[in-house]
Each structure stands twice: as structure tokens, then as C-alpha cells.
């Protein structure tokens, strides 16, 4: 996807693709050097909200367009966590994804190219053992209507084959 839009960007050509690479459950990925382990975990998510309620984010990024990401070093030398994390993410055009990598120190320090090693090799590792998927962009809207109109409306959204969430049946409905 990141790949395609950097080719048009070259032609001067403009291209919003409507589907993405993501991954479809948890996977995990281990690194290890001079006594210290690396443990990289991937969790597919879709907000910055589902991304703090799993963990104080290391490095992410979201949408179709991949526009929404952050990447955070946590302690570690700058560039030398957050950045190979976000890299991988990258590099396997990857979008709705938290990876997070939990480092036991071994007591002996890697310097900063081994903890960039460290953390692109587990990461790597991570997606490596994930299933990839294909995602449709799409948009979320909060659909209203009155009580009465409720068999109209669920026979379009069956019709239409419309993903349905937030379901609220009272007097006044909405999806």
C-alpha cells in the first residue's frame, strides 16, 4: 500500500487505495543477545482508544492511509526502539497494528546497534508469525430512525450487507 502511493507519488499521480494490509489476532516474536530477551507482541486495533486500553503505546499506526502512528523509545536511546518497531510496520505495509516489545535486560549493554537489532529482529519476528490480512476502508456512521421506521431500515442494512454496531433499540433507534 505505502509502496504503491510512494510509485504514484513519482508519476505525479495520485492513488487512494480502498483496501490495506493489517493482521488478524495476537502474535508474538522473540529476540535474543547476550543474555537479554526481547519479547515483541502484535495486536491488531483500529483506535488510538483500543491501543491504550491494551498498553501505554510503543509504536503503532492506523487507517487505510496508515496517516495516524507513533512511535516511542520508552527510555531507550533515541531512534533505538520506537523507530525499528515503526520500520517493520513499514517495511510489511502494515496499518491497524500495536506492537509492543517487553526487554529483559541480560546485563550486559548492546549499545545502540544492537538494541536497534534487538527490536527490529523481534518485531520482525512478531509480524513474521502473524496472519496477514487484506482490510476494506471503510467509515463508520451512527445511523438514527424513529421505532417505527426499524423494519424498513434493517431490511436495507441486510440488503446492503452493512456491518452493524452500537445497536440501540428504545423509542428513538440507532446502529
Same mark, same amino acid.
Given at each position: 500500500?505505502?509502496?504503491?502511493?510512494?510509485?504514484?507519488?513519482e508519476?505525479?499521480?495520485?492513488?487512494?487505495?480502498?483496501?490495506?494490509?493489517?493482521?488478524?489476532g495476537?502474535?508474538?516474536?522473540?529476540?535474543k543477545?547476550?543474555?537479554?530477551?526481547?519479547?515483541?507482541?502484535a495486536?491488531?486495533?483500529? &483506535?488510538?482508544?483500543?491501543?491504550?486500553?491494551? %498498553?501505554?503505546?510503543?509504536? /503503532? *499506526? @492506523?487507517g487505510?492511509?496508515?496517516d495516524?502512528?507513533?512511535?516511542n523509545?520508552?527510555?531507550?536511546?533515541?531512534?533505538?526502539a520506537?523507530?525499528?518497531?515503526?520500520?517493520?510496520?513499514?517495511?510489511n505495509?502494515?496499518?491497524?497494528?500495536?506492537v509492543?516489545?517487553?526487554?529483559?535486560?541480560g546485563?550486559?549493554?548492546?549499545?545502540?546497534?544492537?538494541?536497534?537489532?534487538?527490536?527490529?529482529?523481534?518485531?520482525?519476528?512478531?509480524? &513474521?508469525?502473524?496472519?496477514v490480512?487484506?482490510? %476494506?476502508?471503510?467509515?463508520? /456512521? *451512527? @445511523?438514527?430512525?424513529?421505532?417505527l421506521?426499524?423494519?424498513?431500515?434493517?431490511k436495507?442494512v441486510k440488503d446492503?450487507?452493512?456491518?452493524?454496531?452500537?445497536?440501540d433499540?428504545?423509542?428513538?433507534?440507532?446502529?
Open positions: 500500500m505505502f509502496l504503491a502511493n510512494f510509485e504514484a507519488m508519476k505525479n499521480e495520485i492513488i487512494i487505495p480502498d483496501t490495506y494490509r493489517s493482521i488478524s495476537e502474535s508474538e516474536g522473540l529476540f543477545d547476550n543474555g537479554s530477551r526481547f519479547i515483541a507482541k495486536y491488531p486495533v483500529e &483506535s488510538e482508544e483500543e491501543v491504550k486500553m491494551i %498498553v501505554g503505546s510503543l509504536a /503503532y *499506526r @492506523l487505510y492511509r496508515g495516524v502512528f507513533r512511535a523509545d520508552d527510555g531507550e536511546p533515541s531512534s533505538s520506537g523507530r525499528p518497531i515503526l520500520g517493520q510496520i513499514d517495511s505495509c502494515l496499518s491497524d497494528i500495536l509492543v516489545v517487553i526487554r529483559y535486560f546485563g550486559i549493554k548492546l549499545g545502540i546497534p544492537g538494541l536497534i537489532r534487538a527490536y527490529k529482529t523481534s518485531t520482525a519476528d512478531a509480524i &513474521s508469525n502473524a496472519v490480512i487484506t482490510k %476494506v476502508a471503510m467509515k463508520r /456512521y *451512527r @445511523l438514527r430512525f424513529g421505532y421506521a426499524m423494519n424498513s431500515v434493517m436495507m446492503m450487507s452493512l456491518e452493524q454496531s452500537g445497536q433499540f428504545g423509542t428513538d433507534c440507532s446502529m
